[in-house]
């Protein structure tokens, strides 16, 4: 898979969430959004240690292969080399893409947030894969980031031509509105794994994004 994905199936991009259901764990609440249609899952661990991170990474990488979709790292370039991830995702203040490649080689995917326009550029630049642009909205999962509006959204459609994902407080409520500001492609976590029913979330964002391509 790697670099091969086929863009025009990812939609959708969900992220984990450690606690969001109680007695549940990560990987089945993360296969309830495969059934829903979910096109990349990412294994986002921000407390766990090394060694959990990497039992849920192994865990995820069976199931992604099940479902034929990608599977991305956050943090650890590491782990998704020992696991044969797809590839890893950075933040602004991580490792650099270059360093990140020099680990990973060309096979592998290599994404980043972005919060303006300058990132984007940049990101493009020096050989991101893909990017996510947000926070759109306020969301608790990233606090105390501005929200960055569906105007940075518009502008990312207009300024880079690799892939992008919006993010942030997206939810079924407003996804009409970034899909209108330009975004092909959502990407969230407590609005999908946060809910009662994930499958289902899935496919009504779905089912927004296909309506939008009608419409066009
Ligand atoms: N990255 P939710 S916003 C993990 O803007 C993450 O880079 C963001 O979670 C960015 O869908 C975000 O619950 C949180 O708002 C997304």
Same mark, same amino acid.
């Given at each position: 898979m790697s670099k091969r994905v086929d863009w025009e199936k990812i939609r959708l991009y969900v992220i984990?969430? +450690?606690?969001?259901?109680?007695?549940?764990?990560?990987? =089945? *609440?993360? @296969? +309830?959004? %495969?059934?829903?249609?979910?096109?990349?899952? +990412?294994? #986002?661990n921000k407390t766990g240690s090394r060694? @959990?991170? %990497?039992?849920q990474a192994r865990a995820l990488r069976v199931l992604t292969r099940r479902y034929g979709v990608p599977f991305i790292v956050n943090?650890?370039?590491?782990?998704?080399?020992? *696991? =044969?991830?797809?590839? *890893?995702?950075? &933040?602004?203040? =991580?490792?650099?893409?270059?360093e990140a490649r020099a680990l990973l080689g060309d096979d592998k995917m290599i994404g980043i947030s972005t919060h303006c326009a300058e990132h984007?550029? @940049?990101?493009e630049r020096e050989g991101a894969d893909y990017i996510g642009v947000g926070p759109v909205f306020p969301t608790n999962t990233k606090p105390g980031k501005a929200a960055v509006t569906t105007a940075y959204v518009a502008e990312a459609a207009s300024l880079v031509s690799i892939p992008f994902v919006a993010i942030g407080g997206i939810t079924? =409520?407003?996804?009409?509105?970034?899909?209108?500001?330009g975004?092909? #492609?959502?990407?969230?976590?407590?609005?999908?794994? &946060?809910? @009662?029913d994930p499958a289902a979330v899935c #496919?009504? %964002?779905?089912?927004?994004?296909t309506a939008a391509d009608r419409a066009e």
């Open positions: 984990t969430a +450690q606690d969001a259901h109680p007695g549940k764990s990560v990987t =089945d *609440v993360m @296969e +309830q959004t %495969l059934i829903g249609g979910a096109g990349m899952l +990412q294994l #986002r060694s @959990e991170v %990497l039992e943090d650890y370039p590491d782990i998704a080399l020992e *696991v =044969d991830a797809d590839g *890893v995702h950075l &933040g602004q203040d =991580d490792m650099s893409i270059k984007a550029i @940049e990101a079924t =409520d407003n996804a009409d509105a970034v899909i209108s500001a975004a092909k #492609r959502l990407c969230a976590v407590s609005a999908i794994v &946060g809910s @009662e #496919r009504e %964002l779905l089912y927004k994004l």
